[in-house]
C-alpha cells in the first residue's frame, strides 16, 4: 500500500483542546455514517448475497472505530455533532442506494468514501502534537483498516461499475462536504 502524498501541515489558529474536539467529534460522526451506509448496503443485498460476510466484517470494523471514538467523546468531553439525525439517514441512504444499482456500485461508494477517509486520517495524525501519540496510533489503525476496506472495494470491481468516474466523484464530494460540516455543527 501506498501512503498518500501529504501536504505540509498548516498551523491550526484553534487550541489544542478545539482541534481535538473538531477531530473526535468528526471522526465520531464519520465512523456513525459508515457504519449506517454499510447497514443500507446489507438491508438491500440480503441475507444470501455473496457479498454479505465481505460487507458485515466491514460494518463490524466501524462498529468497533465508533465505539471507540463515542469512548473518547465521553472522556474528553467533546461535542459530538448535532447532525446525527441526518447522519442517520444519509448514510443509510447513500449505502442502500448504491447497493440497488448493484454490487459494483456498492464497491464504488466504499472505494470513494475510504478514498477520502484515508487522506482525512492520514492529516489528522501529522497534525497531532507528539503528546498525542497514542491518539495517532489509534487513528493510523483504523485509517490501515479503511485501506483494507478500499482495496477489497476495488478488488470487487469498484472501477469496473458503470458510472464509475461520476458515481466515486460525486459521492468523495459529498464525504469532504460532511467532514466540513461535521467539524462545525
Known amino acids: 500500500m501506498t501512503t498518500p502524498k501529504r501536504k505540509p501541515p498548516v498551523p491550526s489558529p484553534l487550541t489544542k483542546e478545539k482541534m481535538i474536539d473538531r477531530l473526535l467529534r468528526v471522526d465520531q460522526a464519520g465512523e456513525y455514517g459508515a457504519v449506517r451506509i454499510y447497514q443500507g448496503q446489507l438491508a438491500v443485498l440480503g441475507d444470501n448475497h455473496p457479498l454479505r460476510p465481505t460487507i458485515q466484517h466491514m460494518k463490524e470494523q466501524e462498529d468497533v472505530h465508533l465505539a471507540r471514538f463515542n469512548d473518547l467523546i465521553r472522556e474528553r468531553g467533546a461535542r459530538p455533532t448535532l447532525l446525527t439525525p441526518l447522519w442517520h439517514v444519509a448514510g443509510f441512504a447513500l449505502g442502500a442506494g448504491t447497493a440497488l ?27 497531532l502534537d507528539a503528546d498525542e501519540a497514542p491518539l495517532a496510533t489509534e487513528l493510523e ?3 490501515q483498516e479503511e485501506l483494507e476496506h478500499k482495496d477489497t472495494a476495488i478488488e470487487l470491481g469498484a472501477q469496473e461499475a458503470p458510472g464509475y468516474a461520476l458515481l466515486s466523484g460525486m459521492i468523495k464530494l459529498g464525504c469532504r462536504t460532511v467532514i466540513k460540516v461535521a467539524e462545525r455543527i
Open 141 to 143: 489503525k483504523f485509517r
Open 101 to 127: 444499482l448493484g454490487e459494483k456500485a456498492a464497491m464504488v461508494c466504499t472505494e470513494a468514501v475510504e478514498t477520502v477517509i484515508d487522506q482525512h486520517y492520514a492529516d489528522q495524525i501529522e497534525n
